[in-house]
């Protein structure tokens, strides 16, 4: 494999992700960060680390066309909970139906078919004492979206306390995942609090559904 080979996704609008030859593989691979998704109609492994976030793998079963996404919901819905704040828990209800829907109906509109899709989840762990219990809230909203929306999970590894690294092979459906349980430094747990900063209270621009 040659470089050219990785200059174009091949599927458009992921032009922005990080892509490379991962060469333990020998294979393209897409490294996805907090609020980015990824699909691909190839051969390609696609790679993230989690803290608090969650990553959704979706593939439909037949095709091998699939992705992975990579979201927090916004801290403000666990605090404003107990305040009675419908608007904000709405709106965090709203961002994660964004970042599911968008990776869905990516899948869907390159050939993929909803009876298809399987599904596996990863991340929610409470990697930052100090941002209360938001992973908790990412796994309470994942499940539940999998569960109203009728879809089909396979496999999850959710909550503890450890960031994880997760390499996802959407072609064949495996998946890797590694626990890191010596964190030698808190560059994830700052890339998190950052990450919790930039979407606390955002708006969501419109609705989405899926087809």
Known sequence: MNSNQINKPSIQ?????????DRNHGIVAAKILPGEYYVTAENELITTVLGSCISACVRD??????????????????????QGSDA???????????AMEHLINTILSNGGKRKNLEIKVFGGGKIIPTLGD????????????????????LSQDLGDIYPRKVIY????????????????????AQRDRQYSRKIKDAPVEGDVELF
């Open 88 to 98: 904000l828990i709405g709106n965090a209800t709203r961002y994660g139906n964004y």
């Open 61 to 82: 079963k037949e095709t091998g066309i699939g992705g992975m996404n990579h979201f927090m919901l916004p801290e403000t819905t666990a605090a404003k909970m107990k």
């Open 13 to 21: 609008g992921f032009d922005h992700v990080n892509r490379y030859l």
């Open 134 to 153: 938001v992973g908790k809230s990412n796994i309470s909203f994942i499940l539940d979206y999998i569960d109203q929306e009728g879809l089909v999970l």
């Open 169 to 188: 092979f959407p072609k064949t459906g495996k998946v890797g995942m590694k626990k890191i349980q010596d964190l030698h430094n808190d560059t994830i």
